[in-house]
């Protein structure tokens, strides 16, 4: 999946929803399940931002599902990202200027959009493969229904 928005400690807070997309047709003996282009939606999870003293932001995200149709496949994943430490920074602004190391901050944690991310269905899901006809016999889309666990 890719993300399609930057995400960012600095603007996000934790807990927003963001969209993605399915980068490659997945496929189970050669039928599609989930077609590339189907939307997904991911959490952010945990959201620190970029402090004094040199302190860098923290950005954790999950997956949450992915629609196929009209049916949500919940997903396992995750992807994360922390900010540059400006540490070292503060230490030499200290020995210099003494409080100003309070002002010296380290960056901001960012996903950028069109990021990878590896999702997987967070259990096994029973699903209907249809015979694969010929090109001029399929009117249909190639993605094949995937049936809710009951």
Do not use: C, W
């Not at 939307?39 to 959201?47: D, F, Q, T, V």
């Amino acid at each position: 999946m890719k993300t399609l928005r930057e995400l960012s400690s600095k603007h996000s807070r934790q807990g927003d929803r963001f969209d993605l997309v399915v980068s490659e047709d997945v496929l189970v003996n050669g039928h599609v399940v989930i077609p590339k282009g189907s939307r997904g939606i991911g959490e952010i999870s945990r959201l620190e931002p970029k402090g004094a003293f040199g302190k860098s932001g923290k950005l954790e995200t999950r997956l949450l599902y992915v629609a196929v149709g009209n049916t949500r496949i919940r997903l396992d994943g995750q992807a994360a990202d922390r900010g540059k430490s400006g540490t070292g920074a503060t230490v030499a602004t200290a020995i210099f200027a003494g409080v100003a190391a309070a002002f010296v901050t380290g960056t901001s944690a960012t996903i950028p959009s069109g990021s990878s991310m590896i999702g997987y269905t967070d259990r096994d899901l029973p699903i209907v493969l249809r015979p694969i006809s010929s090109p001029a016999q399929n009117t249909q889309s190639d993605a094949v229904p995937v049936v809710p666990p009951q």
